[in-house]
């Protein structure tokens, strides 16, 4: 594959220009199309730049790998966990998007024709601490939005873990009913 060019913004977009490259990357599943320019979010464009798809300028400099992960994580100090998750589906030959939070992830199961049906959250087995009432909150939220809710959990050593969630209503039983 060609090597496409893109650019980050002052404003932190990450951008294609070129419209061959920017339809092709869309076509694959990458980014959102705009007035004929592909702009890309912070994971899309690392991955592309680890797989050798997209080389990234910044103020004129082509940036490496570990380059644009410096600049991307001061926006986004999740983002390592998020790649590990992004580049573990697309491996699996998955069409994954952006999440509407930072530690969330669009999963299309049924191609990318069709709109995301399940949201992935992604947690670090260590870094990353959440009560049952925010796991609670992820279910209703998911599901609020017509999608299945998964939680990724990423160990020290870069494995993830997925679990789907099913939606469970617990119900406070009267105290007579209790047997200890």
């Known amino acids: ?46 991955y592309l730049v680890f797989k050798n798809i997209v080389r990234v300028n910044y103020k004129g400099q082509e940036l490496n790998i570990q380059q644009l992960f410096k600049l991307l994580e001061k926006r986004n100090p999740e983002l390592p966990l998020i790649f590990t998750v992004y580049q573990d589906l697309r491996s699996r030959g ?52 017509g999608k299945e809710p998964v939680l990724a959990i990423v160990d020290k050593h870069g494995d993830v873990t997925y679990y789907e969630i099913k939606h469970v209503e617990l119900k406070k039983k009267p105290e007579k009913h209790l047997v200890f």
């Not at 060609?2 to 002052?10: K, P, R």
């Not at 294609?16 to 920017?22: D, T, W």
């Not at 694959?28 to 912070?42: F, R, T």
């Open 94 to 145: 998955r069409i994954v998007k952006p999440g509407f939070r930072n530690n969330t992830l669009f999963l299309h199961t049924k191609g990318l024709k069709k709109p995301a049906d399940k949201i992935v959250y992604i947690v670090g087995e260590e870094s990353t601490e959440f009560s049952m009432n925010e796991l609670l909150k992820w279910v209703s939220e998911a599901y609020k939005v």
């Open 1 to 46: 594959m060609v090597t496409v060019e893109a650019e980050i913004l002052d404003n932190g977009d990450i951008v294609v220009k070129n419209r061959s490259g920017a339809k092709k990357l869309y076509g694959e599943g990458y980014g959102l199309i705009s007035n004929n320019v592909l702009k890309l979010s912070s994971v899309e464009a690392a």
